[in-house]
């Protein structure tokens, strides 16, 4: 019906709300990558030597290895010497000890996103770990943390006063040779998280880090590294938005989870980097490497996504399954529209015995954009009564956009048990036409609609979380059907 | 409060109402009998503005407005309710968001303040229980897995929260057994007051046994060839549409 089409087209045409530029005078590397450049770079942050050296030993790798061209997506090659690899607020020698000494602009900013740090910490009771640029400008309730044994501070000030835990865990899940953006970052990661939870430890809340790509031509380097001892139990939050910006903004990050004997980590994220225009100009890279490892028996890794913006996303959150009985899951949203291009999955490794994983999948098309899932369940000689169970659906919008599902399944042990769901359907006219006869806004159909197609995902996310992802699909779907 | 002058509609090109004149008034029960592909069920579509059909010619008053001009969901909140004859399934969707989502909708248009989730919740389940729905449905997904018969009662019930003007029940008697026929009738029997309308499109004369209507036009071809009172409706159980020299390609049903 062409009043669809039209409608789809309309409903798509929505400018990115979060499209604005922060002023904070920054200081800024100029633009280039050598190994004087990460001297610099970790003289900056004092870091001790045997910091830098693991850095070096990465850069030399990288400059060995080659950008991965496999994913289903394509993109005009980045020039890594056109990238500049530092930029913080100023006046970092004289860090704000409260929100009442950061930068308006900086709240300001946070407040058009519409997360207000202070309401969030008063109402949610969340701690916020906010990275602005490089480098932590806000750090929120450490005290109850640090009354439970819980260390949640940026990695920079981790390789200062925890060296020990850094050096013991640091590139053990991502090695720094495992593929060319994780070496990349290796080399040049400019801050990012850090999380210890003590044996035996509930976290009391859960550590929720917002952060996004602000300076021009900065690329985003961050570092994630979450340790859960024995018996412990930790929820993480991420969240992302980015500034409207014409050139394409590079995003490398690796995550790395570690879980040991009946320890529990839950990482959840919602993801709204600018995605380009509606020509598909301008938008982020996001090429991130998280990867969480089941080390001791009874542990489990759960892995939330909702991933509605980036250019071009290239991502595969996934579970090293080496201790008995661990578990790893992974629940992902991931919506594309315009020109986005998503190739997004994870990867369940399954080492140890009777190790279980569950892989769902909601993949949402619009416009002329292009999503693919890629997964690899994998099955080694030890994994004797693994199973994985993986559904993966696509919703398409409109009539120009695509959905990809590329499952691979590797088997060394015959008693392993695989199950594979998947299903492609449309938003259809019929769905539009009874929600509009009920009096009910188009639009409002649309991400009503949709998010009853992600339900499963989202009933994973923490509350609050929850209501944000359902708001972020009703934005970036804004106009969608008809 | 409804009129409907000289209506011509077509669905990819071809012409399905052919100049269709109709008057309801406020308080009155009308059926709309006819063979299958007569356009009792374009008719119905037209008015609720599904941009399948196009209307090529005539015009449609509500209460004096256009209905034409306006969009589906306006045509809605001014008060026009399409009972399907298939109604669809939204995955996901819980009958209870899905409800208060158009409940809103409505309240909203009308400048009334949105209900809050318990005020709703106690309406939802009283209405539930008129058309015999167990209450616990309203948790299920719009439609998803429903039986045929829950589906027509679920099509009711939601009739009865948005409380329309107009009411067109398309094939509303369709796959239903007698108990639920029965459930289904008494719903639409407490729509009926003075100030509400409906509209019943029906292939069979048994519903109006149910629901007793004031007026019965008789469809065929795109037009109305005939009308008269409740009457109408028993001679033609009778003597078949053959007896108007129509012919029902659905007559073995």
């Given amino acids: 019906m062409a009043t669809t089409d039209n409608e789809v087209k309309e409903l798509i045409k929505r400018e990115y709300e979060h499209g604005f530029v922060t002023e904070i005078e920054s200081d800024t590397f100029e633009p280039g990558l050598n190994e004087d450049v990460i001297a610099r770079l970790s003289a900056i942050k004092k870091e001790p030597e045997w910091m830098l050296e693991w850095r070096l030993k990465a850069y030399r790798r990288w400059l060995e290895m080659e950008e991965p061209d496999w994913a289903h997506v394509g993109y005009p090659k980045v020039d890594y010497n056109s990238i500049s690899y530092y930029s913080a607020p100023k006046r970092k020698e004289d860090m704000p000890q409260s929100l009442d000494e950061v930068d308006p602009e900086l709240l300001k900013t946070y407040e058009k996103l519409g997360i207000p740090l202070h309401e969030r910490e008063k109402l949610a009771g969340v701690a916020v770990d906010a990275v602005f640029d490089s480098v932590s400008v806000a750090t929120t309730f450490k005290e109850p943390l640090a009354k439970a044994g819980v260390v949640f501070c940026s990695i920079s ?101 570690v879980a040991l004997d009946d320890a529990q980590i839950k990482y959840s994220t919602v993801q709204n980097w600018y995605p380009g225009d509606e020509e598909g100009k301008g938008g982020i890279y996001n090429f991130v490497t998280k990867r969480g490892a089941c080390i001791g028996k009874n542990s489990k890794i759960s892995w939330t996504q909702v991933e509605t913006g980036s250019a071009v996303t290239w991502k595969y959150p996934s579970c090293v399954l080496r201790g008995e009985n661990s578990v790893g899951e992974f629940y992902s949203v991931a919506l594309t529209h315009n020109f986005q291009q998503a190739d997004t999955g994870t990867k369940m490794i399954h080492l140890g015995k009777n190790t279980r994983s569950t892989i769902i999948s909601k993949g949402i098309s619009a416009g002329k954009s292009s999503n693919a899932y890629r997964g690899l369940v994998k099955f080694g000689p030890g994994a004797e009564g693994a199973r994985n169970f993986t559904q993966c659906d696509s919703l398409l919008i409109g009539d120009r956009c695509g959905a990809h599902t590329f499952p691979y399944i590797e088997s060394k042990n015959k ?42 995902v989202f009933k994973e996310l923490p509350m609050e979380f929850a209501v944000e992802a359902g708001k972020l699909l009703e934005v970036s779907l804004e106009g969608s059907v008809g | 409060m409804l009129s409907i002058k000289n209506l011509h509609a077509s669905v990819e090109g071809k012409e399905i109402l052919k100049g269709i004149n109709l008057e309801i008034k406020a308080g009155e029960v009308h059926a709309i009998m006819g063979p299958n592909g007569s356009g009792k069920s374009t008719l119905s579509q037209v008015l609720a503005g599904n941009d399948a059909f196009e209307v090529t010619e005539g015009e449609v008053t509500l209460n004096g407005e256009n209905l034409l001009e306006l969009e589906t969901e306006e045509r809605a909140r001014d008060g026009i309710f399409l009972a399907f004859q298939y109604p669809v399934e939204i995955p996901g969707v819980s ?84 108990d639920a026929l029965k459930v289904v009738s008494d719903g639409v029997n407490a729509l009926r007051s003075d100030d509400r309308a409906i509209l019943m499109v029906t292939h069979y004369q048994r519903l109006l046994n149910h629901i007793v209507p004031d007026y019965v036009h008789v469809l065929a071809g795109g037009r109305i060839i005939k009308s008269g009172g409740r009457e109408l409706a028993l001679e033609l159980e009778e003597k078949g549409y053959g007896w108007l020299g129509i012919k029902d390609d659905d007559a073995s049903n």
């Fill in chain 1, 157 to 257: 000030e981790a390789v200062h006063d925890y060296p020990e835990l850094v050096k013991k865990y640091l590139g053990t899940v991502v090695p720094q040779g495992d593929n060319f953006f994780a070496a990349l970052n290796s080399a040049v990661f400019s801050d990012g998280t850090f999380v210890y939870i003590p044996k035996g430890v509930r976290c009391p809340m859960e550590l929720s880090t917002y952060f996004r790509i602000n300076a021009a031509n900065t690329g985003q380097f961050e570092r994630t590294l979450i340790i859960a001892e024995e018996g412990s139990y930790v929820s993480y939050l991420e969240g992302c938005t980015a500034p409207m910006r014409d050139e394409n903004q590079l995003h490398a990050a690796v995550v790395e989870l």
């Fill in chain 2, 95 to 178: 009958n209870l968001q899905f409800l208060r989502t158009a409940v809103n909708a409505m309240r909203k248009h009308k400048g009334e303040a949105e209900m809050n989730a318990a005020e709703f919740m106690k309406l939802a389940k009283e209405v539930s229980k008129q058309v015999d729905l167990d209450p616990a449905f309203l948790k299920r997904g719009v439609n998803e897995g429903f039986s045929g018969g829950e589906k027509k009662r679920n099509e009711i019930m939601q009739a009865l929260m948005l409380q329309p003007k107009l009411a067109i029940l398309d094939e509303t008697d369709s796959g239903l057994d007698i």
């Fill in chain 1, 415 to 456: 008693s392993a048990i695989v199950e594979h769901e998947a299903t492609t359907s449309k938003v259809s006219d019929e769905q539009m036409f009874l929600c509009r006869q009920r009096g009910i806004d188009p639009e409002q159909a649309v991400s009503m609609i949709v998010n009853g197609f992600c339900k499963e």
